[in-house]
């Protein structure tokens, strides 16, 4: 298996193996994959409450009357012709 990294976690992965913590990049990824999976469902609790503060804070300037009568359609095409 081949697999392409940014050289920012490219130099993560060395600085852990160079720390001696790891042997190799292997070692390094493996352990990222079990932190991963291990952690998963606390990683979909903390997006979930991002999410849920995120409608929140829409819900309340719409209480408030911050908000805008446009279309989206209409925004996108001022984008496009910004």
Do not use: C, W
């Not at 130099?11 to 193996?17: E, R």
């Not at 999976?37 to 804070?57: D, F, G, P, S, Y």
């Amino acid at each position: 298996m081949h697999i392409s990294l940014t050289p920012k976690l490219e130099s993560k992965i060395k600085s852990k193996v160079n720390s001696g913590l790891y042997n190799n990049a292997s070692e390094v990824v493996r352990e990222a994959l079990r932190f991963m999976e291990e952690n998963e469902e606390i990683v979909q609790q903390m997006k979930l409450n991002h999410l849920r503060q995120a409608v929140a804070t829409g819900a309340h300037q719409v209480e408030s009357g911050q908000f805008s009568t446009r279309q989206v359609d209409d925004i996108i095409a001022d984008l496009n012709n910004a």
